[in-house]
């Protein structure tokens, strides 16, 4: 019995909640997947996948051998390119998360620079416009747009991301160019939450270093970045977007700018990873990269 390939699968099933995605992704059957992880539990005598129809999740202390696996997991990678100074020797699998417009405009682009660099490398990328938990959802690092006030995460700043104030040219020929604050009050506001429910900010604004909020109407509400942007491209009002992901719609003419006096603050950007966790190779070679793509687009830090 392979103690550390019972680790290795009970690991991806784990992480992709699902004995037939991981069977796929280790290239195993489904039965092979299933009797090592039953293998599993018996050598550590406690239950440790809740099973469903639908999906399968840990229990507290498939979490709890999880969180150790992955650690374990990542040391025994590192002794193994230990001595090995060649990039190309890196290999494994990276697991790393961002928001869906960096990795849709800036990193997936270009990630077979890096890729063509470590070709023994296998990367997931997860794109999503919540806040991932990188412990408990097995992610490697985390590119985080917004303060980082999670005391559990190492946080490295990259810069800050430069705001803009956006319109489209029909949404404007109707409504107007606004030029002052108090123009607003007959503008349309695109609001932007993270969950459904939660009470949007309105029109931010810096002046004199403090943060500002202004009320506007609104009748769109949306929860994705791309969303965010379709609705204004649309014509359905005024967005507070990233210059970096306006920057071709701008460039093109699909949208306008305005109220540049008026803008909200710069968001900051960090690449997060659990404390405490040893950082394999792969994993600060793939951070090592994007720092350097970030820095090409980011104001800094």
Same mark, same amino acid.
């Given at each position: 019995?392979?103690?550390?390939?019972?680790?290795?699968?009970?690991?991806?099933?784990?992480?992709?909640?699902?004995?037939?995605?991981?069977?796929?992704?280790? %290239?195993?059957?489904?039965?092979?997947?299933?009797?090592?992880?039953?293998?599993?539990? #018996?050598?550590?005598?406690? #239950?440790?996948?809740?099973?469903?129809?639908?999906?399968? *999740? +840990?229990?507290?202390?498939?979490?709890?051998?999880?969180? /150790?696996?992955?650690?374990?997991? =990542?040391?025994?990678?590192?002794?193994?390119?230990?001595?090995?100074?060649?990039?190309?020797?890196?290999?494994? *699998?990276?697991?790393?998360?961002? +928001?869906?417009?960096?990795?849709?405009?800036?990193?997936? +682009?270009?990630?077979?620079?890096?890729?063509?660099?470590?070709? =023994?490398?296998?990367?997931?990328?997860?794109?999503?416009?919540?806040?991932?938990?990188?412990? *408990?959802?097995?992610?490697?690092?985390?590119?985080?747009?917004? $303060?980082?006030?999670?005391?559990?995460?190492? =946080?490295?700043?990259?810069?800050?991301?430069?705001?803009?104030?956006?319109?489209?040219?029909?949404?404007?020929?109707?409504?107007?160019?606004?030029?002052?604050?108090?123009?607003?009050?007959?503008?349309?506001?695109?609001?932007?939450?993270?969950?459904?429910?939660?009470?949007?900010?309105?029109?931010?604004?810096?002046?004199?270093?403090?943060?500002?909020?202004?009320?506007?109407?609104?009748?769109?509400?949306?929860?994705?970045?791309?969303?965010?942007?379709?609705?204004?491209? %649309?014509?359905?009002?005024?967005?507070? =977007? +990233?210059?970096?992901?306006? /920057?071709?719609?701008? *460039?093109?003419?699909?949208?306008?700018?305005?109220?540049?006096?008026?803008?909200?603050?710069?968001?900051? $950007?960090?690449?997060?990873?659990?404390?405490?966790?040893?950082?394999?190779? /792969?994993?600060?070679?793939?951070?090592?990269?994007?720092?350097?793509?970030?820095?090409?687009?980011?104001?800094?830090?």
């Amino acid at each position: 019995m392979n103690k550390l390939e019972l680790l290795r699968t009970f690991q991806r099933v784990t992480e992709l909640s699902s004995f037939t995605q991981a069977a796929d992704s280790l %290239g195993l059957p489904r039965s092979t997947v299933s009797e090592q992880v039953r293998d599993l539990e #018996r050598l550590v005598d406690a #239950r440790l996948l809740h099973r469903t129809t639908r999906r399968v *999740r +840990p229990t507290q202390d498939g979490q709890m051998l999880y969180e /150790r696996a992955r650690e374990l997991l =990542a040391q025994m990678d590192e002794l193994e390119n230990l001595f090995r100074q060649d990039a190309h020797a890196l290999s494994g *699998r990276l697991r790393v998360d961002m +928001p869906t417009a960096i990795a849709r405009r800036l990193v997936a +682009p270009r990630l077979d620079e890096f890729l063509a660099r470590h070709p =023994a490398l296998e990367i997931e990328l997860g794109c999503s416009d919540r806040r991932v938990d990188p412990l *408990r959802e097995g992610f490697d690092c985390v590119l985080r747009v917004g $303060v980082n006030e999670d005391d559990s995460l190492v =946080a490295r700043p990259q810069g800050h991301l430069s705001m803009v104030n956006c319109a489209s040219p029909a949404y404007l020929a109707t409504h107007g160019m606004p030029e002052q604050l108090d123009d607003l009050a007959g503008h349309s506001l695109i609001h932007y939450v993270t969950a459904f429910g939660a009470r949007s900010d309105g029109f931010e604004f810096q002046r004199d270093g403090k943060l500002h909020s202004l009320a506007m109407a609104g009748r769109v509400t949306v929860n994705n970045i791309d969303a965010y942007e379709g609705a204004c491209l %649309g014509g359905l009002g005024i967005i507070q =977007a +990233p210059l970096v992901g306006m /920057r071709v719609h701008l *460039r093109e003419g699909r949208l306008l700018r305005l109220l540049d006096d008026w803008v909200a603050a710069p968001m900051p $950007v960090n690449l997060v990873h659990p404390h405490g966790r040893h950082l394999p190779r /792969r994993v600060r070679a793939f951070m090592n990269w994007l720092e350097q793509l970030l820095a090409e687009e980011l104001d800094a830090a």
